[in-house]
């Protein structure tokens, strides 16, 4: 099967010379009719794509929305509640919408009402942030997130069904790990931005601004995605939503490679929670400048830019492998943090490694292993299921990693009875054990 398509020059220029066309097999998976538009469809997913990683990013729970309400006079309590918001609240409900989405033959729609709320719920913390102070302005933000991260997972489940019918085999990863390096290049501008700011003297104006111009962000890839070519789809399984949720969770036993792949995604969660300690680690050794929280964002995006494209293609040879290679990393990485804070603190200090260059380093390569787990586990889910289960696959293992997220916060009592390097070992050892599981997982 061929890929042949009446797109526009630039647009079939554009595709080669990204996803290249060496691969005679690429169109083996999907029909003819979406073979044809593949060109123009792999250019809309990495723009939208794109423009929602740029809108998450400036409108991060863990750092912009987190200095919102500092800035605004919240108590600290709210700040607590944004990251296990923005991530279970966007996983949990996956599985219910699931069926909804499986009963429309065309489900494009999904992402784009996904990503239309997303934007608004963004736009009215940036009004918040003009009209409101104290802990008004904290349970109005923290009521906006919960908005914004239904929609964020709503967005989730139609976006692997959409990419799984538009995009053949051995492409996914590609577009997927390009749309995670150009907007991890407009995370260093961010970054940038940040580091060389005075963010003591900065007024409520600055945030306002980053939530414009992610609702913004948001609205333009809605748009963008309405251009995708989609063909209907199979609607079978899409009945009650409860009752599929309840069904389709017998799929972690029934399914033993479905199984396996999700208690290998529940260790290399892993990685995402070892993220803020590393934080806790940097801003501790260097008393909280906000210099070295520039150098840190920087870091984060310079790890997605540089580390997201060869992962990508490397999910789309192996997945598993991918896996395998970046839980590794976490957890050598995190068993040296450990053994240098007990053992080497001369290392940390600031007289050999000026500032915070060194955290920043630390916080690279954990970004490395990050966006390794979630270009390898993504393209892993997509890759192992069909056209009648991906919906379900996506549901079921999102809601499970959700719920597995709040149990996460134990660790965070780890940090605060033993110590932060403790809570980084254990999340180490955990990297380690889903660096195993994936090993013993099959190919996709």
Not at 239 to 257: C, F, K, P, S, Y
Not at 315 to 329: H, I, K, N
Not at 375 to 396: H, N, P, S
């Amino acid at each position: 099967m061929s890929e042949t398509s009446q797109a526009p020059r630039p647009i079939i220029a554009l595709y080669e010379t990204i996803a290249g066309d060496e691969d005679a097999r690429v169109c083996k998976d999907i029909p003819e009719s979406a073979c044809r538009a593949q060109p123009v469809n792999f250019v809309v997913h990495l723009v939208a794509n794109t423009l929602s990683k740029i809108g998450d990013e400036l409108a991060s729970a863990r750092l912009v929305l987190a200095w919102l309400l500092g800035a605004l006079g919240a108590p600290a309590a709210f700040a607590g509640f944004l990251v296990p918001i923005r991530e279970s609240g966007s996983l949990l409900p996956q599985l219910f919408v699931a069926a909804s989405i499986r009963r429309r033959a065309i489900r494009k729609g999904f992402w784009i009402a996904g990503s239309v709320l997303s934007g608004l719920a963004v736009a009215l913390m940036a009004v918040v942030a003009l009209t409101l102070e104290g802990a008004p302005a904290g349970w109005a933000i923290l009521g906006l997130l919960v908005v914004f991260a239904l929609a964020r997972g709503v967005n989730s489940v139609a976006a692997k069904d959409v990419l799984g019918k538009t995009i053949a085999r051995h492409r996914r990863g590609t577009v997927m790990g390009y749309a995670a390096s150009l907007a991890g290049f407009a995370t260093l501008g961010l970054g940038v931005y940040l580091t060389l700011a005075s963010l003591d003297d900065a007024g409520i104006g600055v945030f306002v601004a980053l939530l414009a111009a992610s609702a913004g962000a948001w609205w333009i890839a809605a748009a963008t995605f309405g251009r995708l070519r989609e063909d209907p789809g199979a609607t079978e399984g899409g009945g009650n939503a409860i009752a599929e949720a309840v069904a389709q969770v017998r799929l972690l036993w029934t399914d033993r490679a479905f199984g396996h792949f999700v208690l290998t995604r529940a260790l290399l969660m892993s990685t995402a929670l070892a993220l803020p300690f590393y934080v806790l680690l940097a801003e501790d050794a260097t008393s909280g400048d906000l210099g070295t929280l520039g150098l840190l964002i920087l870091a984060s995006g310079l790890a997605s830019a540089v580390s997201a494209p060869i992962w990508g293609r490397l999910s789309d040879r192996s997945a598993r492998q991918v896996l395998v290679l970046s839980g590794l990393l976490a957890s050598v990485l995190g068993i040296a943090v450990a053994l240098g804070v007990w053992f080497v603190p001369l290392a940390m200090d600031d007289a050999l490694v000026p500032g915070g260059w060194v955290y920043a380093a630390l916080f690279f390569l954990l970004g490395v292993s990050h966006a390794g787990v979630r270009l390898g586990r993504k393209t892993y889910l997509v890759d192992m299921a069909t056209q009648e289960t991906r919906a379900a696959f996506t549901a079921v293992s999102n809601t499970v990693i959700g719920v597995l997220l709040l149990v996460g916060g134990l660790f965070g009592l780890i940090a605060q009875l033993a110590g932060t390097e403790v809570a980084i070992l254990a999340l180490a050892m955990m990297s380690l054990a889903g660096a195993a599981s994936a090993w013993l997982m099959g190919e996709a």
